[in-house]
């Protein structure tokens, strides 16, 4: 068995300021106005989604192909994005993917135009497949943009800054909603993608002017094996995610699916020992918090994905809003990010991540449980409180997570832990959705016929399943009397709260890891085992 070769890093913060530009403050606003991009393509989406299902004769799982089908590209590619920013320079990777993701975006509102002239190519398919491209090109800006974050701020600063990228994250996913809810009502869904393109191109402007190009100096090669293993293993894991509650937990593709990410992790982690230069170097993991908030990570993205995933259905399809107003809903959460996630940073600073993750986490268990309490004509007050209350419990865990891990890391691994951390919240993203969509609509199952009543006996059980389907929107066929659309709402909305009381559970069960943490930038000048 080969030895491992410990490498001295610098990380002085002064060398790492210098490296990612002049101004840090300026390099937080460069980046940040990519990703921008990135969130509010993710809130416009679940405005959209409606609109786009009634346009493009979308079932469920097209639906929630385009959601997946991103995740599923950026959990792929995170980690082998962020290790490309190491080793080729931060600013060109994150350039490269800003640039790719408003291109892809504007393809994702051609994608009818696209569909007419590429025989066999469905709108839907069409749109999928850009989603997947845009889930790549995303993947190489998000782990590059906190990546240079990391270089650019001192020890000193770095909760501050993730606070004020929480502010501004927050700032823009306010914005989304908003905006995708009037561009989805008075233009069309297609416009909320094509809103990326003016965005893109401001960011590459300020990117080149204001960044400074910096990237890891002991690194020299790709671990082309390691970046194999990974994706592979990545991509088991995630399909297997999204296909079982299609297939069957206990079906055997399923199972082989699974089968084949436990081979690939154990022949990545066995490889990882191995290489002289590992894509992801082993002895990241033995500092406890860069592996405890990883799994922070992953578990809230499965609290708050899964159960947000069906809140535009909720608000459109059972309550009856319009787009905009559905956006107006929302609005509580993500104008609340604006001042809870600098909060947070200066909360993190005074009283450790421990305290300030764990409130947090409880606050949102707290949100979480009145969502499952939400009634099918709720006021804005009832539905705008634990919106609210939810921003300042996901603040403290997003940023005190993102601290965590990447803090944790030395500089010159920045990347590689930047991919990390954004893989966890895809993955468990992913999670969520396919655990808690299968939960909800085995309730939905299960309710449906009750709330029939008599009825249910006289409908086949082909129909019977397709209403099933149908009130996982929360919709009913056309001109359905109104005790079939009282059944089909009532249905949805058991199912809805069952999602959010088991992330409710989750959120709590999450707040006991947060005591086992320690604030980042405790491995500066560690040495680091690249083989």
């Excluded at 009282?486 to 006991?512: E, K």
């Amino acid at each position: 068995m080969a030895h491992a070769k410990a490498v001295d890093l610098p990380s002085s913060p002064g060398s790492a300021k210098a490296g990612a530009g002049g101004n840090p403050w300026l390099v937080l606003l460069a980046v940040c106005l990519g990703v921008i991009m990135v969130m509010l393509d993710g809130t416009v989406v679940g405005i959209a989604n409606p609109v786009i299902q009634a346009d493009l004769g979308a079932s469920l799982s097209d639906l929630q192909w385009v959601t997946s089908g991103y995740l599923l590209a950026l959990a792929v590619f995170l980690i082998t994005a962020g290790k490309l920013g190491d080793l080729f320079g931060h600013k060109r990777v994150f350039l490269i993917g800003v640039a790719g993701f408003a291109i892809s975006s504007v393809g994702i509102g051609l994608s009818a135009e696209l569909a007419a002239i590429i025989p066999g190519l469905s709108p839907v398919g069409a749109l999928i497949a850009l989603r997947v491209l845009q889930g790549l090109f995303g993947a190489l800006l998000q782990p590059a943009a906190l990546a240079l974050l990391r270089s650019a701020f001192p020890g000193e600063k770095l909760n501050q800054a993730m606070g004020a990228w929480g502010a501004i994250i927050g700032l823009s996913s306010a914005a989304g909603p908003i905006v995708g809810g009037v561009l989805v009502q008075k233009v069309s869904w297609e416009s909320v993608f094509f809103i990326n393109a003016p965005v893109g191109i401001i960011a590459l402007i300020m990117g080149m002017l204001l960044i400074k190009e910096n990237r890891a100096q002991t690194l020299a090669r790709i671990d082309w094996l390691g970046v194999v293993l990974l994706s592979g293993a990545m991509f088991s894991l995630v399909w297997t995610i999204i296909k079982a509650p299609e297939w069957g937990w206990g079906d055997s593709t399923t199972l082989t699916f699974a089968g084949a990410f436990a081979v690939l992790i154990g022949a990545f982690i066995f490889w990882q020992s191995k290489a002289k230069q590992p894509l992801v170097p082993l002895s990241l993991f033995t500092n406890p918090s860069i592996s405890i908030g990883t799994v922070l990570m992953m578990m809230v993205a499965f609290a708050m994905f899964g159960a947000m995933f069906f809140l535009g259905f909720f608000f459109q399809g059972v309550h009856g809003l319009t787009p905009l107003e559905a956006g107006l809903r929302m609005l509580p959460m993500s104008a609340g990010m604006i001042v809870a996630s600098p909060l947070a940073g200066m909360a993190i600073g005074r009283f450790g991540p421990k305290i300030t993750m764990a409130g947090g986490l409880l606050i949102t268990a707290a949100s979480m449980f009145l969502m499952s309490r939400l009634s099918i004509d709720a006021s804005f007050i009832e539905s705008g409180l634990p919106f609210l209350l939810l921003a300042f419990g996901l603040s403290p865990v997003f940023v005190g997570a993102t601290e965590i891990i990447v803090g944790n890391a030395p500089v010159e691994l920045s990347g590689v832990a930047a991919g990390v951390q954004q893989s966890a919240m895809q993955v468990g993203g992913a999670l969520g959705t396919a655990i808690l969509g299968a939960v909800m609509a085995a309730e939905i199952s299960a309710k449906l016929p009750g709330y029939l009543g008599p009825a249910a006996q006289g409908i086949p059980p082909a129909q019977l399943e397709a209403l099933e389907k149908l009130a996982a929107f929360g919709g009913a066929p056309p001109n359905s009397p109104q005790p079939l659309i009282d059944a089909v709402h009532n249905s949805f909305m058991d199912g809805m709260h069952l999602a959010f009381l088991v992330s409710t559970c989750i959120a709590v069960l999450t707040a006991a890891l947060t005591l086992f943490v320690k604030a980042g930038r405790k491995s500066e000048g560690a040495p680091v085992h690249m083989g």
